[in-house]
C-alpha cells in the first residue's frame, strides 16, 4: 500500500522553528522529485520547495528563501523541510508530494501527496 505520512506540524511563536518530515511507505523515493506545498485557509495551494531525485538541485518559493531547508535522506525513505524564523504568514497545512517528472510549482505535476500536517505560527 503506497502511503505518504508528514509529521512535524505544531503551533509555534513568530521567529520559531519547526522540521516537517514526510516519510513514504510500499514506494521508494530514490527517483522521484519530492515537494512541499501548503494551503492557509482561503488561498490557493502554492509550491513552498522542491527537491530533486539526486538532492542536488533544490528550489524554494520566494518569501521563505533563507529561512527554509530542505533535504531528503533516501536511505530513510523520507523528506524533511526546515523551518526558521517562521512568520504569522507561514501558516497554513503543508503537504508533501512526489512527481515521477522533475520539480514543477504545478501542483498538478505530482503523483502522490500525503495527507498533509497542520502549521500555525501565532503569538
Known amino acids: 500500500q503506497l502511503q505518504f505520512v508528514e509529521s512535524g506540524g505544531a503551533l509555534v511563536q513568530p521567529g520559531g522553528s519547526l522540521r516537517l518530515s514526510c516519510v513514504a511507505s510500499?514506494?521508494?523515493?530514490?527517483?522521484?522529485?519530492i515537494a512541499w506545498f501548503r494551503q492557509a485557509p482561503g488561498k490557493k495551494r502554492e509550491g513552498v520547495s522542491c527537491i530533486e531525485s539526486s538532492g542536488g538541485t533544490t528550489n524554494y518559493l520566494d518569501s521563505v528563501t533563507g529561512r527554509f531547508t530542505i533535504s531528503r535522506d533516501n536511505a530513510k525513505n523520507t523528506v524533511y523541510l526546515q523551518m526558521n524564523s517562521l512568520r504569522p504568514e507561514d501558516t497554513a497545512d503543508y503537504y508533501c508530494?512526489?512527481?515521477?517528472?522533475?520539480?514543477?510549482?504545478?501542483?498538478?505535476?505530482?503523483?502522490?501527496w500525503g495527507q498533509g500536517t497542520q502549521v500555525t505560527v501565532s503569538p
Open positions: 508530494a512526489a512527481s515521477m517528472g522533475w520539480c514543477d510549482t504545478d501542483w498538478r505535476e505530482y503523483d502522490y
Open positions: 510500499g514506494f521508494t523515493l530514490d527517483y522521484l522529485a
